[in-house]
Every structure is written in C-alpha cells, then in structure tokens.
C-alpha cells in the first residue's frame, strides 16, 4: 500500500530555512506530479508548490524566489527547500503525490501526514 512520509519541519526564526521531504513508499509503479499544500490555523489548506513528471514548476505569489520545489525519481521524493521564512509561512505542510500503484490502472493521488513549520521570532 503507498504511503508517504513526511519530515523537515520545525521551529525557525525570520528569515531562516527549513528542507521538507517527502519520501512515498509501497507497490510504486510510477509517480506523476508532487506538490506542497499548507494549512494555518482557522485557513483553508493551499497549494504552495507543484512539480510534474517532466520537472516543470509553479508557485503560490506569496512564495516565489523564497521556496523551491524539487523531485527525485529514483527515490520516489519530493523536497521543498524554504527559504527566507516569514511569520505568515507558518502552517502544517502536507505533501500531495500523484501515484499510480503496482496493479492498478490509473493513479490516484496520495497525502502525507503532514509537518509543522514554526516561525517565531
């Protein structure tokens, strides 16, 4: 059964960096498109980064230039390297994977658990 796990949050001052990764396991055929979701408190979760197959990128406005998505495929990983963080980054970060499972005809897509990033001055 696929499963993906999360780590790299944190506590962070302003102006620091986090790494999140997530690493997607379990009967793995293929996987097609990986992105970062966000949550604060009392928000609606939001799309933060997105990365297809072939590597091209998209970014929510309010963190573009600061965070940057990245994949290996070998691995079956997505990143999020995050940097300049500011009080408003702070939420539950959860990753999204497209994955089409051993078996399976079409992919279906899959949620971390989610990680908590802290910025605190």
Not at 80 to 108: F, H, R, T
Request: aromatic fraction near 10%; proline fraction near 2%.
């Amino acid at each position: 059964q696929v499963r993906l796990v999360e780590s790299g949050g944190g506590l962070v001052q302003p102006g620091g960096s986090l790494r999140l990764s997530c690493a997607a396991s379990g009967g793995i055929f293929s996987t097609n498109h990986m992105a970062w979701y966000r949550q604060a408190p009392g928000k609606q979760r939001e799309l933060v980064a997105r990365i297809t197959s072939g590597g091209s990128t998209n970014y929510a406005d309010s963190v573009k230039g600061r965070f940057t998505i990245s994949r290996d495929n070998a691995k079956n990983t997505v990143y999020l390297q995050m940097n300049s963080l500011k009080p408003e980054d702070a939420a539950v970060y959860y990753c999204l994977m497209s994955v089409q499972a051993i078996g399976q005809i079409a992919a279906n897509a899959y949620w971390g658990q989610g990680t908590q990033v802290t910025v605190f001055s």
